[in-house]
């Protein structure tokens, strides 16, 4: 029998933009050097299915630099109104510039300036030079578009595993495991 964790995370999404108070769509980033050191860092969910879960960075960031070297991280949302986590891992690709070009465009004209103007991940000695970068920007790009900056781009999390966990009373709790092979996506149970 094949599974459909996608209709199922739909569900439980829709139901967190229900019952969040904010950020239904934040999630952990797990990413990790070629030596196996680990870090993790918040982002948002812009796009998700099966062909990937997706979100938008710098590429020179740490995070960036991490999924160039070693192109495969692992995703953890946490529902704390629902009391449901649901973990996603798999290997990592860029998006096309069309697809990142198409997300910037939608983004708000102060956050493409912040985009611009953050050398995200790498020293900053005060935060005036921050606010200097971005008066700088702002001029730059008076009157006109702002543009998509070469290194932002977006990281599409192909999912191999997905698992589904739910609160249940007594520490009883419920963990569903999707998994996909060559018959598509199976589902199995873990204990919690
Ligand atoms: C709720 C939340 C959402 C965030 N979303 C993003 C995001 O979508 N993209 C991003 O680059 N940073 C996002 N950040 C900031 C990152 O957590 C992080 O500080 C930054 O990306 C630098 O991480 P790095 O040095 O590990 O690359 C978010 C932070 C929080 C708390």
Avoid at 116 to 137: H, I, K, N
Avoid at 151 to 174: A, M, Y
């Amino acid at each position: 029998m094949t599974a459909d964790p996608f209709a199922l995370f739909d569900a439980w999404y829709a139901e967190a933009k229900a019952a969040e108070i904010n950020d239904p769509d934040a999630m952990a980033l797990a990413t990790a050097s070629p030596d196996g050191s680990p870090s993790v860092r918040m982002v948002l969910l812009k796009g998700h299915g099966p062909n990937g879960f997706i979100f938008y960075t710098n590429a020179d960031s740490r995070k960036g630099s991490e999924l160039s070297a070693n192109p495969v991280a692992a995703l953890l949302i946490h529902w704390k109104s629902l009391r449901r986590q649901v973990r996603i891992e798999g290997p990592v690709q860029e998006v096309s510039g069309a697809e990142a070009d198409i997300y910037f465009a939608s983004r708000s004209r102060d956050s493409q300036i912040g985009a611009w103007a953050s050398d995200q991940s790498r020293p900053l000695d005060r935060r005036e030079t921050f606010e200097a970068r971005y008066e700088e920007v702002r001029g730059r790009f008076e009157g006109s578009d702002v543009p998509r900056p070469p290194r932002w781009t977006g990281f599409k999390v192909n999912p191999e595993r997905i698992e589904f966990w739910s609160d249940r009373p007594h520490r009883l709790h419920e963990r569903r495991l999707f998994t996909v092979g060559q018959q598509g996506w199976t589902e199995g149970l873990l204990y919690p």
